[in-house]
């Protein structure tokens, strides 16, 4: 633990009137900066700071918008083509399938 955190947390916690007499402030700094750790970690993870949006997500939601759209573009293609009624991706053979009916 450096010294300078638990000169800090001593002052900080003298300043808010707490005596710190006999306190461990090295443990209270060292747990407070472990929880401060702790909570940028689990912020980059999420929004954490409640926007709404950021760059990251609408760039992300344009490229969805996107695809989705181009996929609609390839669907309706191959069902003028083939006179299709419905048109589907079978994963597990890998191929575009459609259905006359």
């Given at each position: 633990m450096k010294?300078?955190?638990?000169?800090?947390?001593d002052e900080i916690l003298t300043s808010a009137g707490i005596c710190t007499?006999?306190?461990?402030?090295?443990?209270?700094?060292?747990?407070?900066?472990?929880h401060m750790q702790a909570m940028s970690e689990m912020q980059?993870?999420?929004h954490y700071d409640k926007i709404e949006?950021?760059?990251k997500c609408?760039?992300?939601?344009?490229?969805?918008?996107?695809?989705?759209?181009?996929?609609?573009?390839?669907?309706?293609?191959?069902?003028?083509?083939?006179?299709?009624?419905y048109v589907y991706v079978d994963f597990s053979e890998r191929a575009v399938k459609y259905d006359l009916y």
């Open positions: 010294t300078e955190n638990t000169e800090a947390m007499d006999g306190l461990n402030v090295s443990q209270i700094a060292e747990d407070f900066i472990c980059s993870y999420s949006t950021c760059d609408l760039k992300k939601d344009d490229e969805i918008k996107m695809l989705k759209e181009e996929i609609g573009i390839y669907n309706e293609s191959v069902k003028r083509r083939r006179n299709a009624a």
